[in-house]
């Protein structure tokens, strides 16, 4: 329906300028606007509802159990704070239907609109990170910017927080190199500009999971040419512009700023956690380490949402971690060993579902499912859910990955030739239920 495409459009754009909303036009609402995207969901519950969409798969009845049954537990076992279960239950349940119902509202041709406009704002966005990483601390650019031992900050973009960038970039660098290994989606200007920009923007953000995210986009990308033997010039037409990008921008003394910082930064991490092998121990141990802990935990934990940043806001007045930084820690800490693991393993299960759909359009000749996946399928297995935006792009980008494996029918590809409009057509997909598992 053009309603629910409408929606979903809405959706993207709130996940993308809320923290701007947040940071300098609304910021009086900064609270209420950490769950400005729910109302959407649930209007898109509704509509869904009401025009006969299906949520008839094993996540959504696994989903509706678990809210039920750790929402009375945490009333009864934990800290029993009414609005803190609530955000707990937001968390953990609330948007995980949404990934299901993506899929039958668009398909690949929607995907691929939306990610047109992705690269597009990739531009404005890389402009902006420059003027932040050289404004002042204390410049109005900078609000709640994180500071770092250098003297500078890690800007954020448009986003409340570094994560938020970090899954952008990672999102974007799919569709660049989708573009370049399916050629003639999207114009040559307008990849070598997104590409010259996610250069000079993973350089100015100081951070190793936005340059590790890019990589691992480009390291399943190269794996898709190489299996496929297909896309090989698209390849080489990238590798020709970085290599007169890199360059050229190192030649900038503004440049050389930004990467002698992130080089230092990966120098004083690698030293700290030994080096590469150390960083893979220590993403390691985000989902291992919990695992050895759960005796430390309450049988039925503390209390849904109790380890967001929104719960130290209501309990303490500044937003912190009360427990476990990580994710699975943090799912353990609440609910307890018993369904903190079982809130684990349904995580697995979920990435695993979005992993198997990818791959088998990939076997199929469809590439841009496996791109996808591979920039928000950490995401969706341990990323940090009570943040926001960090949930934003797990749900969306997974919705994203099934939706990528839905081929538009004929009367679709008609509306688009007709309008050339990315809210679409009111038709259903044929092969909706396909990618929905």
Not at 350 to 360: E, G, I, P, Q
């Amino acid at each position: 329906m053009n309603n629910l495409r409408t929606l979903l459009w809405i959706y993207l754009w709130l996940l993308i300028f809320e923290g701007a909303l947040r940071k300098w036009t609304i910021s009086q609402l900064d609270a209420p606007l950490l769950i400005v995207r729910d109302p959407v969901v649930m209007w898109i519950y509704f509509q869904a509802w009401r025009n006969h969409y299906s949520f008839n798969n094993m996540f959504f009845g696994m989903t509706v159990a678990l809210a039920v049954v750790t929402a009375i537990l945490s009333t009864f076992f934990g800290l029993g704070n009414i609005f803190i279960t609530l955000y707990g239950l937001r968390t953990d349940y609330l948007q995980i239907p949404l990934i299901f119902l993506i899929p039958q509202i668009l398909n690949r041709d929607d995907v691929i609109a939306m990610g047109r406009f992705l690269l597009l704002v990739a531009i404005p966005t890389t402009v902006l990170v420059f003027l932040q990483f050289h404004a002042p601390q204390d410049s109005w650019l900078n609000k709640g910017a994180m500071l770092t031992h250098y003297n500078t900050v890690r800007p954020s973009g448009t986003f409340s927080f570094i994560t938020g960038l970090d899954a952008y970039f990672s999102m974007v660098s799919a569709f660049l190199f989708f573009g370049y290994i399916q050629g003639r989606t999207y114009k040559i200007w307008l990849l070598a500009a997104v590409t010259f920009a996610l250069l000079v923007g993973s350089a100015f953000s100081g951070s190793r999971t936005c340059v590790v995210s890019i990589g691992l986009v480009a390291v399943v990308a190269t794996l898709c040419v190489v299996m496929r033997g297909k896309g090989g010039r698209g390849f080489v037409v990238a590798a020709v512009l970085v290599a007169l990008a890199i360059p050229l921008l190192a030649s900038m003394s503004v440049f050389q700023e930004g990467t002698e910082q992130l080089v230092l930064r990966f120098s004083d991490a690698g030293r700290s956690e030994g080096g590469a092998s150390g960083f893979m121990n220590r993403f390691v141990n985000t989902m291992l380490g919990p695992l050895a802990n759960v005796n430390e935990v309450p049988t039925f934990g503390n209390g849904l949402g109790l380890g967001t940043n929104a719960a130290a806001g209501m309990l303490l007045g500044k937003r912190e971690f009360i427990g476990p930084e990580n994710e699975w820690g943090r799912l353990i800490f609440e609910s307890g060993p018993i369904f903190g693991l079982v809130l684990c393993v349904f995580r697995i299960a979920l990435t695993a579902t979005v992993a198997r759909r990818a791959f088998d359009a990939f076997r199929h000749g469809n590439i841009l499912p496996m791109l996808l996946f591979s920039a928000c399928g950490l995401l969706v297995l341990n990323g940090q859910w009570g943040v926001p935006t960090t949930l934003g792009f797990a749900i969306f980008g997974a919705g994203l990955t099934l939706a990528a494996c839905v081929e538009p029918s004929e009367e679709d590809e008609h509306e688009h030739e007709e309008h050339h409009d990315p809210a679409g057509d009111e038709s259903d997909h044929s092969t909706a239920a396909d990618a929905m598992g």
